[in-house]
C-alpha cells in the first residue's frame, strides 16, 4: 500500500478542512491514472456499511468543487470513502481509501500508524500477482514511477481553501502532507516502508532515523536528541541518501524514490541496512565518550551523538 499522512494540528486544519485536504490528496493520484470512471463507495462502521455507491468521472485535473463534493459524505456520518478504479497504469486496479480520521486505520489494525489515505494496487503485470507497492515497482518500476511523479506534480499545483482555527486559508495541497511511504505489508517501520515525501525533512527523517536506533541506546537521547542531530548534520545525510535515491528538494519537502536495482527496493533494504549499522556505532561511541568525560547530562550525550554521526557520515 502507500500510505498518507497530513499534518493536521500543525497545520490547524478544522476536522471537516483536514477531510478535504485528504480527499485532495486522493484524488491527485486518482487523476494521475488519467480520465476514467471510478466506483465510489462511502461507509459507516466498518467498510462492509456501505452508505452509498456511485459512478465518479475521474478527471486529469480537479476543481475545488469536485473536492468538496467527494468529501460532502464525512458531514453527514460516513467514516471512510473509497475510490476504486480499474486499469491504472502499469494496469492494475487501485482502491483508494480516505478516511474520516487517521486514527481509524491503526483501531482497526490496517496499519501500525495514523494515515489519513491508503492506496491498495492490485492485479496482475507481466504474469507477476501485484498484492502491494513492492512487488508493484519490482514489477515496472518506470511505469510505477512516472506514475507516482504525475500524482505528485498535481499535489505541487493544487490549492486548497481550508477553514482552520484562525480562519479561512489557501493553502498549497504540498504544505499540508507530513509524508508519503510505499510499504510491503501493514507496517510503515522504515524496515517495511519505502519513503517518497518527508515535509519538513529533517523531521521525518529524524522520526525515522529514531525507529532504526538501537532501542537501549536512543532512549539515552530520545527522538528531541536525533532531531537535533539530524538538524546539525541534515546536508551528510542527503548525500549518504544519494547513493540510494534519487532526491528532489524545495523548501522543506524532500522527495524520494529508490534508484535502479533489481528490484529498486533492493536500494531502500540496502540503504536501511547501512544507516542501521552508522545509527549502532554512533549510539555506541557517543555512550563510551560520555562515560569516559564522567559528563552523564543529556545534552552532553546528545552533542556526543551528533559528533559521532558526523564523523560516521564524512567516512561513508
Same mark, same amino acid.
Given at each position: 500500500?502507500?500510505?498518507?499522512?497530513?499534518?493536521?494540528?500543525?497545520?490547524?486544519?478544522?476536522?471537516?478542512?483536514?477531510?478535504?485536504?485528504?480527499?485532495?490528496?486522493?484524488?491527485?493520484?486518482?487523476?494521475?491514472?488519467?480520465?476514467?470512471?471510478?466506483?465510489?463507495?462511502?461507509?459507516?462502521?466498518?467498510?462492509?456499511?456501505?452508505?452509498?455507491?456511485?459512478?465518479?468521472?475521474?478527471?486529469?485535473?480537479?476543481?475545488?468543487?469536485?473536492?468538496?463534493?467527494?468529501?460532502?459524505?464525512?458531514?453527514?456520518?460516513?467514516?471512510?470513502?473509497?475510490?476504486?478504479?480499474?486499469?491504472?497504469?502499469?494496469?492494475?486496479?487501485?482502491?483508494?481509501?480516505?478516511?474520516?480520521?487517521?486514527?481509524?486505520?491503526?483501531?482497526?489494525?490496517?496499519?501500525?500508524?495514523?494515515?489519513?489515505?491508503?492506496?491498495?494496487?492490485?492485479g496482475y503485470v507481466?504474469?507477476?500477482?501485484?498484492?502491494?507497492?513492492?512487488?508493484?515497482?519490482?514489477?515496472?518500476?518506470?511505469?510505477?514511477?512516472?506514475?507516482?511523479?504525475?500524482?505528485?506534480?498535481?499535489?505541487y499545483i493544487k490549492?486548497?481553501?481550508?477553514?482552520?482555527?484562525?480562519?479561512?486559508?489557501?493553502?498549497?495541497?504540498?504544505?499540508?502532507?507530513?509524508?508519503?511511504?510505499?510499504?510491503?505489508?501493514?507496517?510503515?517501520?522504515?524496515?517495511?516502508?519505502?519513503?517518497?515525501?518527508?515535509?519538513?525533512?529533517?523531521?521525518?527523517?529524524?522520526?525515522?532515523?529514531?525507529?532504526?536506533?538501537?532501542?537501549?541506546?536512543?532512549?539515552?537521547?530520545?527522538?528531541t536528541g536525533i532531531?537535533?542531530?539530524?538538524?546539525?548534520?541534515?546536508?551528510? !545525510?542527503? @548525500?549518504? &541518501? /544519494?547513493?540510494? =535515491?534519487?532526491?528532489?528538494? *524545495?523548501?522543506? +519537502?524532500?522527495?524520494?524514490?529508490?534508484?535502479?536495482?533489481?528490484?529498486?527496493?533492493?536500494?531502500?533494504?540496502?540503504?536501511?541496512?547501512? !544507516?542501521? @549499522?552508522? &545509527? /549502532?556505532?554512533? =549510539?555506541?561511541?557517543?555512550? *563510551?565518550?560520555? +562515560?569516559?568525560?564522567?559528563?552523564?547530562?543529556?545534552?552532553?550525550?546528545?552533542?556526543?551523538?551528533?559528533?559521532?554521526?558526523?564523523?560516521? !557520515?564524512?567516512?561513508?
Open positions: 500500500m502507500i500510505g498518507i499522512k497530513l499534518w493536521r494540528s500543525r497545520a490547524g486544519l478544522l476536522p471537516t478542512s483536514a477531510r478535504r485536504a485528504a480527499t485532495a490528496v486522493a484524488l491527485a493520484f486518482a487523476s494521475a491514472c488519467g480520465p476514467r470512471q471510478a466506483v465510489v463507495y462511502t461507509w459507516r462502521g466498518t467498510p462492509d456499511v456501505v452508505l452509498d455507491q456511485r459512478i465518479r468521472e475521474i478527471k486529469r485535473r480537479t476543481a475545488e468543487e469536485e473536492i468538496a463534493e467527494l468529501a460532502e459524505p464525512f458531514k453527514h456520518g460516513a467514516e471512510g470513502v473509497v475510490l476504486q478504479i480499474d486499469n491504472c497504469p502499469p494496469g492494475v486496479s487501485l482502491e483508494i481509501e480516505i478516511y474520516a480520521d487517521p486514527r481509524i486505520p491503526k483501531a482497526a489494525a490496517i496499519t501500525d500508524d495514523e494515515l489519513d489515505v491508503i492506496i491498495e494496487p492490485s507481466k504474469d507477476t500477482h501485484i498484492k502491494d507497492f513492492y512487488t508493484l515497482i519490482a514489477a515496472d518500476p518506470d511505469t510505477v514511477r512516472s506514475w507516482i511523479e504525475d500524482a505528485l506534480r498535481e499535489i490549492n486548497i481553501t481550508v477553514a482552520t482555527y484562525r480562519g479561512p486559508r489557501t493553502h498549497p495541497l504540498r504544505r499540508l502532507i507530513a509524508w508519503i511511504k510505499a510499504t510491503k505489508n501493514w507496517s510503515l517501520h522504515p524496515r517495511n516502508a519505502i519513503p517518497l515525501w518527508y515535509r519538513p525533512w529533517p523531521y521525518q527523517l529524524a522520526r525515522d532515523l529514531y525507529q532504526l536506533s538501537p532501542p537501549d541506546y536512543r532512549r539515552l537521547a530520545g527522538p532531531k537535533r542531530a539530524v538538524r546539525k548534520t541534515g546536508d551528510l !545525510l542527503l @548525500k549518504t &541518501l /544519494q547513493k540510494y =535515491y534519487h532526491l528532489e528538494r *524545495e523548501e522543506k +519537502i524532500l522527495r524520494l524514490y529508490p534508484k535502479a536495482a533489481s528490484p529498486p527496493t533492493k536500494s531502500h533494504e540496502a540503504a536501511v541496512k547501512h !544507516l542501521e @549499522k552508522i &545509527l /549502532q556505532e554512533v =549510539y555506541k561511541e557517543a555512550a *563510551e565518550k560520555v +562515560i569516559q568525560t564522567r559528563d552523564l547530562r543529556w545534552p552532553t550525550y546528545v552533542d556526543a551523538v551528533t559528533q559521532a554521526l558526523e564523523n560516521k !557520515l564524512k567516512q561513508s
